[in-house]
């Protein structure tokens, strides 16, 4: 077992029984304010090897009795040690207001966007989260957006986070663990290519629309109109083609996407097939409306609708 | 969250190119204070290394490879082993340091480099101060503290990019932020009695006086302006004609030098003394032994011995600056009853030298027969009348240096006189000797104390007489008697260098009290004066535990002081509130204090009411309080402002 396992392995023992030293804490609410019951501060490896350089100068000046270096060293130590002071005060107060998260499929990093605020600036602030660091400065309210890796639709809670900084000089580092009570939702990952929705009453439908014409406006000709819809006295006065928009429901376009029709797959399958035409009929800029075991979701068309939707595959059992 | 404790580089791999500017000022810096003391060439070399690097990778960006490094290496190696015969040591140790810095600076690219060597250039400004800790050098090796500490803290990932000397403003605040503390722990550090490894003897920077004289030698110390040392009397200051201190007598002259004779010690010197003066003394460092008195001392100073003939030598040498307290005679019969030995010796001179001299001796002594007066008399009137003069570059001198001087050149300094007069008068049979030291100086008025330069170094004869002991008589007083009334500068006339001249020397002068004060309480702060520390507080020896427990005391309390700003947060308090309190505080002086229940309107219409005359004001005052509080959800900083400036501005007059 490597060296680097051990100490996995240690630091989890740690955390789990001493809560206390190690701040595994259980999630917290936000707004988080940082203090300074929960910042830690250490010398940083260059901040040891430095103090050992300050110790060296001192001994060295004392032993050759010379007051100018001696005064120096008092200097820098006594500037290292403010150094540390800094750096403390940097996170001290430093305040959490709230997250908020983009939306993301399962497998795609998820930016997630945390509001800091500060009564006086702060600078050089790291943020760690996972894997990834993120520099900021803040300067009385600061978002900073990471990205965190999703694996799985559903509910995924923000890992522990660690605050940290070296400023001003990389002697010291000091850091604080945030725990947020927050989860974001990842969406499911729609399938790559499948059939489309089977429709059984688009004939129908569009017979009885035909009926009722009911003529609202005036558009520009696109490809696929039919020609019985084109005004051609108003086209002629104008430089191309129009066509007579009716105000129909638009049924003809309507999905009732349901999730009962889909047999014979399982349930990730049918979510993914789901999230799949979901994508399709945004992007055809169609209506549609969704069936789930936990939930109807009515006819409705649109970002805020699609993003419904898709959240309500997403928590799917 | 594994390996938090690594320090993660992924953004910074690769530093930026201020901070390799900094990195490069910081350099400069440290190579530039040490320039007094490497090679001109190696000095030349190392900052054309340094600009080449920084040219490189400004336009040509990239490492210096591989192959270039270990060449250089070895061309700094054996040029600092060509120039000092060997590799350590203080002065072939520094110039090698410089050397690997500007080395490293070929290969600094990642920040842990640029840390690195920011560090050791840390190091190397406290190392330049080993070799001159003035006051000047001290502030100028401080302000090579900034670039270095900017080097770090640029390279922090902060998202400001100010400009350069703004970027260094912070690292000076923070410097002026530690000093505090930094003096703090100066003077309480526990000095070292003794050192811990090796001996402090340095290398003499200045020759200070010499052990022996040779006039025909040109004595660099006569041009050499650097302070000797200060002198501090109880009481006012003898006059400048009488200021002579003395240093070393010289007994044997072989015609050419003069060498001092070790006499013998004495607890106290042979002196009769009418009227004494007591002073202290703070001796520039010279690497030997003897310590400047005035005139004649009457016993030696503490860790040093006095010898009959009034020479005081310190036990060790003076390889710092040296304290102490003295007393001289100036009114004195000096060893009124001279043995015969020493009679003799002070009568020896070499044979087959300076013919023409003991003629001259031998014509005065028939002359005036036994009046040694007479003859003294004589000698100073030649020096006087017959063309002599001054000048500290006068013509060589041949094989009867004496003669040649007496009786062709008749130009000298002030050791051609002294030595040319004792010869005579010993030649004549008086008992003579030469004294060298200093005469003169600066008397700082405000600092009450007395400069003695290098250049203030002087010879002079002491002639032993019947009756009144050794006698001093300067002859270069009666060639040039302003050397000895105004001081050497005056009486070298224009031989000295520009800034010697006229209102410069005397600024330099003036400027000298803060020297005087460095020296004092930072250089001469040893572990003598620091156990003398408490005194004031009736602890007259503060051991080294007492030391270390009053600094740990001191830095406990600055921390907790570091502490308190750390934690302090601004008041959230509302200034908006905050300036309604004021105007209250203002209100109830004159009279119309606030009640409990009454809200900021009705207490407001009330003080109008009670202060008539004011009741514009306050209506104002009233309504911009009002409106900032309900106008609107976010009052306006503008109208804020204001409301504050009215309360700042509001004078309440009292009622009648």
Redesign the interface.
């Known amino acids: 077992m490597s060296v680097r396992a051990q100490w996995q392995r240690l630091q989890h023992w740690a955390e789990r029984r001493l809560p206390a030293l190690t701040r595994h804490r259980r999630q917290e609410d936000l707004p988080i304010e940082l203090h300074r019951r929960r910042i830690y501060i250490v010398p940083t490896g260059f901040g040891m090897a430095f103090t050992l350089l300050l110790l060296v100068m001192m001994v060295g000046s004392l032993n050759y009795s010379n007051n100018a270096g001696l005064l120096l060293t008092c200097l820098l130590g006594a500037a290292t040690s403010i150094s540390m002071l800094v750096a403390f005060r940097t996170l001290n107060g430093l305040r959490i207001r709230g997250v908020r998260a983009g939306h993301a499929v399962a497998g795609e990093p998820i930016d997630v966007t945390f509001d800091f605020e500060a009564r006086h600036a702060r600078q050089a602030v790291r943020l760690d989260i996972g894997e990834a660091t993120q520099a900021f400065d803040v300067k009385e309210r600061t978002d900073v957006t990471v990205s965190i890796p999703t694996e799985h639709r559903g509910w995924l809670s923000i890992p522990r986070l660690r605050v940290w900084t070296t400023w001003p000089m990389g002697l010291f580092r000091a850091w604080s663990w945030v725990n947020p009570h927050y989860a974001v939702l990842v969406w499911p990952r729609p399938e790559i290519t499948g059939p489309g929705p089977t429709l059984p009453l688009e004939d129908h439908r569009r017979q009885r629309l035909h009926v009722g014409e009911d003529l609202a406006s005036l558009r520009d000709y696109r490809s696929g109109d039919s020609m019985r819809h084109v005004a051609w006295k108003a086209s002629a006065r104008h430089e191309n083609l129009l066509v007579k928009d009716y105000e129909q429901p638009q049924a003809n376009q309507e999905w009732r996407l349901d999730w009962r029709h889909l047999r014979g797959l399982d349930n990730e399958a049918r979510i993914a097939r789901l999230a799949r035409w979901l994508g399709d009929a945004l992007a055809q800029g169609r209506q549609w409306s969704l069936w789930l075991p936990s939930e109807a979701i009515g006819i409705g068309g649109g970002p805020s609708h699609y993003a419904r939707c898709m959240s309500a595959l997403a928590v799917l059992p | 969250?594994?390996?938090?404790w690594r320090?993660?580089h992924?953004?910074y791999e690769r530093i930026n190119d201020r901070t390799f500017d900094l990195l490069c000022i910081t350099s400069a810096f440290v190579l530039a204070v040490h320039a007094g003391h490497l090679a001109i060439w190696l000095t030349l070399a190392l900052f054309v290394a340094l600009g080449l690097r920084w040219w490189q990778r400004r336009y040509r960006p990239g490492r210096v490879p591989g192959w270039l490094k270990v060449p250089m290496l070895a061309f700094l190696v054996g040029a600092v082993v060509l120039d000092y015969g060997n590799l350590f040591g203080r002065e072939p140790g520094s110039a090698l340091a410089a050397g690997l810095l500007v080395l490293k600076l070929s290969e600094s690219e990642a920040?842990?480099d640029a840390?690195?060597a920011a560090?050791f250039a840390?190091?190397l400004?406290?190392?330049a101060?080993?070799f001159g800790?003035g006051m000047v050098?001290?502030l100028v090796?401080?302000l090579g503290?900034l670039p270095a500490?900017t080097t770090?803290?640029s390279?922090?990932?902060?998202?400001?990019s100010p400009t350069l000397p703004r970027q260094l403003l912070?690292a000076l605040g923070?410097?002026v932020?530690?000093?505090?503390?930094?003096?703090t722990?100066?003077v309480l550090?526990p000095?070292?009695s003794t050192?811990?490894?090796?001996n402090?003897s340095q290398s003499a920077a200045h020759t200070g006086l010499s052990d022996h004289m040779s006039p025909n030698e040109f004595n660099e110390l006569l041009t050499d302006d650097t302070a000797a040392m200060r002198v501090s009397f109880d009481g006012p200051p003898p006059p400048q004609d009488q200021r002579y201190f003395r240093a070393f007598v010289m007994w044997n002259y072989d015609g050419h030098d003069w060498q001092r004779s070790e006499q013998p010690v004495s607890t106290s010197i042979p002196v009769e003394a009418a009227r004494t003066i007591s002073y202290h003394i703070s001796l520039e460092p010279t690497h030997q032994h003897v310590l400047p008195t005035l005139d004649v001392p009457l016993a030696a100073p503490l860790q040093s011995q006095a010898h009959t003939d009034g020479e005081v030598l310190a036990d060790k040498p003076v390889d710092?600056v040296r304290e102490y307290e003295l007393r001289s005679a100036v009114n004195y019969r000096f060893q009124p009853n001279l043995d015969i030995a020493t009679r003799m010796h002070a009568l020896q001179l070499p044979d087959g030298f300076d013919p023409r001299t003991h003629a001259l001796a031998e014509q005065w002594r028939q002359r005036y027969g036994h009046d040694n007066a007479a003859i003294i008399r004589a000698a100073l009137n030649m020096f006087h009348n017959d063309g002599f003069s001054y000048t500290l570059l006068p013509a060589p001198l041949g094989r009867d240096a004496v003669d040649d001087f007496l009786f062709n050149t008749h130009e000298g300094f002030c050791e051609h006189y002294a030595s040319a007069f004792t010869v005579l008068m010993r030649a004549a049979g008086i008992p003579a000797r030469v004294v060298t030291g200093f005469q003169g100086g600066f008397w700082n008025k405000i600092g009450q104390y007395l400069l003695v330069r290098n250049a203030d170094a002087h010879a002079w004869s002491e002639v032993w007489l019947e009756g009144r002991g050794w006698v001093r008589i300067d002859p270069t007083a009666a060639v040039r008697p302003q050397r000895i009334s105004q001081g050497a500068a005056s009486a070298a006339g224009n031989q000295l260098p520009w800034y010697q001249e006229g209102f410069l020397e005397s600024m330099r002068n003036q400027w000298d009290i803060v020297n005087r004060w460095w020296n004092q309480s930072?250089?001469?702060?040893?572990?003598l004066r620091q156990r003398g520390l408490l005194t004031p507080f009736g602890i007259r020896d503060a051991d080294i535990g007492l030391l270390t427990r009053l600094l740990v005391i001191c830095i406990t309390a600055f921390?907790a002081l570091?502490?308190a700003?750390?934690?302090w947060?601004?008041p959230?308090g509302d200034p908006a509130l905050a300036a309604l309190r004021s105007l209250e505080r203002k209100l109830a002086h004159a009279g119309v204090v606030r009640r409990r229940s009454e809200g900021p309107q009705h207490f407001l219409r009330r003080a109008s009411r009670a202060l008539p005359g004011q009741r514009v004001e306050l209506d104002h005052l009233m309504r911009c309080y009002i409106e900032l509080r309900y106008a609107t959800v976010e009052p306006s900083t503008e109208s804020l402002r204001t409301f504050r400036q009215a309360v700042r501005n509001f004078h309440p007059r009292r009622m009648v």
Do not use: Y
């Open positions: 969250m594994t390996s938090w320090t993660k992924h953004a920040p842990r840390r690195v560090a840390c190091f400004l406290m190392a101060l080993l800790q050098a001290t090796v401080a503290l500490l770090w803290r390279l922090e990932p902060t998202q400001t912070p923070l410097l932020a530690s000093m505090p503390l930094a003096l722990a100066f550090v000095r070292l050192p811990l490894w090796g402090n710092e930072v250089i001469g702060f040893d572990a921390g570091g502490l700003w750390a934690l947060r601004r959230e």
